[in-house]
């Protein structure tokens, strides 16, 4: 789908028109959510603050990263991906 202007105007200078439309800076599908992570597994903590296969996990344990592809994740607060 092409982007669309969400406005149309023209700038005057002298005798010279000039059109000018603006667009959106950014795409409306993009989008990244953030999940919370167990820092020594990698693993996703659910609503109940357990990771799979570790159980109850603390708070202090806990950092936010993203899954970049199905089953691979990446720490916000480290460079290495952890699987």
């Known amino acids: 789908m092409a982007a669309r202007a969400y406005w149309q105007g023209q700038i005057r200078l002298a005798l010279v028109s000039i059109p000018v439309e603006i667009y959106s800076a950014t795409k409306s599908g993009a989008q990244i959510s953030f999940h919370q992570i167990h820092e020594p597994t990698g693993k996703r903590i659910k609503y109940e603050k ?34």
């Open 50 to 83: 357990v990771a799979p296969g570790v159980g109850p996990v603390d708070v202090e344990e806990i950092v936010k990263g993203f899954e970049y592809e199905k089953g691979v994740t990446s720490c916000s607060s480290r460079t290495r991906s952890m699987r």
